[in-house]
């Protein structure tokens, strides 16, 4: 599988502030989604995108499908202690093989009250 | 309730033994897969299975066997633990395998510790 470019990979901050973190990849993906993974508990999916500039919302959370459909950004607005964990992007390329996805190496957020 | 769920959790042993780790969903989705997270969080795909078939295996050594007795179970049994094997071991599943949503669902994760 592809790794992806996931920028920053730390980001500490105080509570809040807005947020944003990108990535990007050489190849076209049909799908980008944004999970975010707490400490000892698995990738929960936060939000997908199926359309090149799609921008779809969540919340305070807020993504975009990039216009290449070569990469994505994750915004996060008004943070709060309890955005504090690793987000992750991942990218979708249909082949037979089915829908593995491509992560990134993920971005850490650490939020203070 | 449980969507996705993996079993143990937690999972210590020696070098040279063969375990197994055990994943179930009960969302009926066709397509399960297995995904190994290093210590640096990396998150790679290792196999996904369609209805009961291998669909995906990447570069995995063959030490590692899954194994679908049914489209809601996907079992990961290794040979010869190794070391390097030692990482948590995500379980997902997806409502179809090549058509359709390819959202994924994750299980809580076994973290594998071989000494």
């Known amino acids: 599988g592809q790794q992806l470019n996931q920028s920053p990979q730390s980001m500490f901050i105080q509570e809040g502030e807005d947020v944003s973190m990108n990535c990007t990849s050489s190849?076209?993906?049909?799908?980008w989604l944004w999970y975010k993974q707490d400490p000892g508990e698995g990738p929960v999916l936060l939000i997908a995108?199926?359309?090149?500039?799609e921008l779809t919302s969540n919340g305070r959370l807020t993504a975009q499908f990039g216009i290449t459909r070569k990469d994505s950004f994750l915004n996060i607005s008004a943070s709060i202690p309890s955005d504090v964990g690793i987000y992750f992007c991942a990218g979708q390329a249909y082949s037979n093989s089915g829908y593995a996805l491509n992560f990134g190496k993920g971005t850490s957020l650490l939020v203070t009250p | 309730d449980t969507a996705v769920s993996q079993t143990p959790k937690y999972l210590v042993t020696q070098m040279g033994n063969d375990k197994s780790i055990k994943c179930e969903q009960n969302l009926g989705h066709d397509t399960m897969y297995w995904y190994k997270q290093d210590s640096k969080k990396f998150l790679k795909i290792m196999f996904s299975y369609n209805n009961k078939e291998l669909i995906i295996n990447e570069t995995v050594p063959n030490r590692f066997s899954p194994k679908s007795p049914d489209k809601a179970h996907l079992n990961l049994h290794i040979n010869s633990l190794e070391l390097g094997d030692s990482a948590v071991y995500f379980c997902?599943?997806?409502?179809?395998?090549?058509?359709?949503?390819?959202?994924?669902?994750f299980g809580p994760g076994t973290r594998l510790t071989v000494l």
């Open positions: 995108l199926y359309k090149a500039g």
């Open positions: 997902a599943s997806s409502p179809s395998g090549t058509s359709g949503s390819p959202e994924q669902f």
């Open positions: 190849s076209i993906f049909n799908t």
